[in-house]
T-cell receptor
């Protein structure tokens, strides 16, 4: 069954609003990665989190890895139209990476 | 520039035909992967290869076959046994399968059964 769940599936925000997507695993992860896929494009690697409770920032993007290493989140502050796309998490169970179902972000100008 | 090249970008297949999707990388990566992407289902692993002349089934290998005769190349054949082949197929590579490395994806092949 699905190892990594991601919510919400879709999110529409007004430009300038914040956005958050959540990723939850049924098992403890050794690390988690985040990807962005623009409409009509392919996933592009954004970042990897390895340590329990780790927080990393990339400009307006903040990535967190839960203390139990079973969940993660991606938060975008003050969204812009260039943030449009689908954001995927990918959790490493030690045997295989499992991709979440993705959150499709629409930014309304 | 280093990267992964997938071809063709669009492919139409008649029912009962086998088709082969090409994937070539010049990143000198050891590990290569094939994923299938369907709306609302994320990416599902079809096959992966950690070294030349070796590959393993992923979660949805039925109806697909692969080969890894060269480090740079990992073609995927969609056989007539695959019941619902219409999908977006993504090839990816990583430096190796055990280190903390991200996936590099190709631009994908959109396969449609007509």
């Amino acid at each position: 069954g699905q190892q990594v769940m991601q919510i919400p599936q879709y999110q529409h925000v007004q430009e300038g609003e914040d956005f958050t997507t959540y990723c939850n695993s049924s098992t403890t992860l050794s690390n988690i990665q985040w990807y962005k896929q623009r409409p009509g494009g392919h996933p592009v690697f954004l970042i990897q989190l390895v340590k329990s409770g780790e927080v990393k920032k990339q400009k307006r993007l903040t990535f967190q890895f839960g203390e139990a290493k079973k969940n993660s989140s991606l938060h975008i502050t003050a969204t812009q139209t260039t943030d449009v796309g689908t954001y995927f998490c990918a959790g490493d169970t030690g045997n295989q990476f499992y991709f979440g179902t993705g959150t499709s972000l629409t930014v309304i100008p | 520039d280093g990267g992964i090249t997938q071809s063709p970008k669009y492919l139409f297949r008649k029912e009962g035909q086998n088709v082969t999707l090409s994937c070539e990388q010049n990143l000198n990566h050891d590990a290569m992967y094939w994923y299938r992407q369907d709306p609302g289902q994320g990416l599902r692993l079809i096959y992966y290869s950690q070294i030349v002349n070796d590959f393993q089934k992923g979660d949805i290998a039925e109806g697909y076959s692969v080969s890894r005769e060269k480090k740079e190349s990992f073609p995927l054949t969609v056989t007539s046994a695959q019941k619902n082949p219409t999908a977006f197929y993504l090839c990816a590579s990583r430096r190796d399968s055990v280190g903390n490395y991200g996936y590099t994806f190709g631009s994908g092949t959109r396969l449609t059964v007509v």
